[in-house]
């Protein structure tokens, strides 16, 4: 397995616009979680699903952000409109059960100016 | 609020000492304390702990759990120029019979000097 794959790798994007972040999980693994890494506040949950459902979306700042799971295979966070606040390093990570390891993808360094 | 405080926030030492990272917590419904390693990339994963006062080892790493202190520490011996990274801790947290997520830590930056 590939493992986690996230798209894009880097984005520079305007303020206002739109952003969408994409994540396909390790077949087979049940839960996906979003994190977002930034200097000031380090490594925050966003969001998590399990087979497919939203969990907990605590962690998600504000309106601006959602996150669907339309199937097993495929994630995506959404940002709209985007601010020069959201920019940090998105990761997506997915495991088999909440008890197991974790998996990262390589994340998504974002920039919005 | 759920709190990870790791420290130091930054350490620099030379090739072959011996280093500990401290991780403290106060959550509520604790259920798992768990390290990972990031470098360039992405985290990956060393130990989870559950269990206070039972060492977990691999290789030169080392980290035991004490949750009457709430605590943990990472200990590495004889450090090499491969362990530079960004040493998180996270901690798990669950009510009734799931798990909630992970709260991370902000990191100990290591670096390793040769």
């Known amino acids: 397995d590939a493992g986690v794959i996230q798209s894009p790798r880097h984005e520079v994007t305007e303020m206002g616009q739109e952003v969408t972040l994409r994540c396909k999980p390790i077949s087979g693994h049940d839960y996906l979680f979003w994190y977002r890494q930034t200097m000031m506040r380090g490594l925050e949950l966003l969001i998590y699903f399990n087979n497919n459902v939203p969990i907990d979306d605590s962690g998600m700042p504000e309106d601006r952000f959602s996150a669907k799971m339309p199937n097993a295979s495929f994630s995506t966070l959404k940002i709209q409109p985007s601010e020069p606040r959201d920019s940090a390093v998105y990761f997506c990570?997915?495991?088999?059960?909440?008890?197991?390891?974790?998996?990262f993808g390589q994340g998504t360094r974002l920039t919005v100016v | 609020e759920d709190k990870v405080v790791q420290s130091p926030l930054s350490l620099v030492v030379h090739e072959g000492d011996t280093v500990t990272l401290n991780c403290s917590y106060e959550?509520?419904?604790?259920?798992?304390l768990l390290w990972y390693k990031q470098e360039k990339k992405a985290p990956t994963f060393l130990f989870m702990l559950t269990s206070s006062g039972i060492e977990k080892k691999s290789g030169r790493l080392s980290s035991i759990l004490d949750k009457k202190e709430l605590s943990s520490i990472l200990n590495i011996t004889a450090t090499q120029t491969g362990d530079s990274a960004i040493y998180l801790c996270?901690?798990?947290?669950?009510?009734?019979?799931?798990?909630?997520?992970?709260?991370f830590g902000k990191g100990t930056h290591l670096i390793i000097q040769p």
């Open positions: 959550v509520t419904n604790f259920r798992s």
């Open positions: 990570a997915s495991s088999a059960s909440m008890r197991s390891e974790a998996f």
């Open positions: 996270a901690v798990e947290v669950g009510s009734g019979g799931g798990a909630d997520g992970l709260t």
